[in-house]
Structures are given as C-alpha cells and as structure tokens.
C-alpha cells in the first residue's frame, strides 16, 4: 500500500500543515513586535547609544595579573572605547559577559574593545585566557550609572 505523504499532512478543513505553521509563525512575530514597541517596560530595553564615547586607556601591569585601572565608571549609553595593553610576554584577555565581550590580549601590543553601556549596573570583567597563578584574582569591574535627568 502507498501512503501519499500530502494526504497526511491535510488537516479536515483541506489546510496544509505549512500554512498553518507560517500564520502561527507570523503571529508569534506580532505579538513580539507589539510588546517591544508596546508593552515592554522600560528597565528590561536596552538603552540606545547616546554618541558619548569614552575612551579609556588600560594596562595589565607586567607579571602583576592586574588591570589598572581595575575600576572604570562610565554613563549609560556611553559608548566604550577601551584600549589595553598587555605587558607581559604571555596571553591574556578581557571578558564582560554583560555586553558580550570576550577578546584575546596578545603581548607588548595594544587591543582595542567598543561596546556602547547599554544597561545600568555594576558588571566585572577578567582575564578569559589562563595565564599563570594570578589568573583568578585578575579581575575588575564596569560600573555604569545612570544618565543625569535634565
Ligand atoms: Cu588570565
């Protein structure tokens, strides 16, 4: 016996599964456009770069596993703009997970690191790449305060 596979897929009103797959895919996408632009509170959306940038100069201090500064205020919507040097004759890295950064810091150069501060908040960053006994204390943190109401 031949089972015919589109016979299978017919539901009793004659409509295709795939149709039927699409509207619901399309409705998932204007309930999703409709609560960011409508319902979504303020706190939960990101906030927009303001075209502040910050650039701010760092340095891992050679066989101290230390970023210095290890504290760095900046305002929301900043834009970021952060260039490290690395010291040492090995591999670190800088990490943020809160704005997803994660790069590589090869040794005696600079690398540069944009992000725009898009939330409020304190957020740590360390040393991504194992680097000797220092590693796990080579931390700092981003604190993010929030924009001056006019
Ligand atoms: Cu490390």
Known sequence: MIINNCQL????NGMNKFKLMIIFFVFLMV??????????????????ASGNIVN????????????VPPRVEVTVGDTVRLKIFNEDSYDHGWAM?????????FPRRDTEIEFVA?????????????????HYLQTGLLIVKPAVVN
């Open 97 to 105: 997970e809160a704005f997803g950064q994660n790069k590589r810091l």
């Open 9 to 12: 897929l017919q539901t009793s």
């Open 31 to 48: 309930n999703g456009i409709i609560y960011q632009n409508f319902y979504r509170p303020q706190e939960l959306a990101p906030i927009k």
């Open 56 to 67: 701010i100069d760092m340095r891992i201090e050679k066989d101290k596993w230390t970023f």
């Open 118 to 134: 898009s939330k409020v908040g304190e957020f740590p960053f360390y040393c991504s790449v194992p680097c000797g006994e220092g």
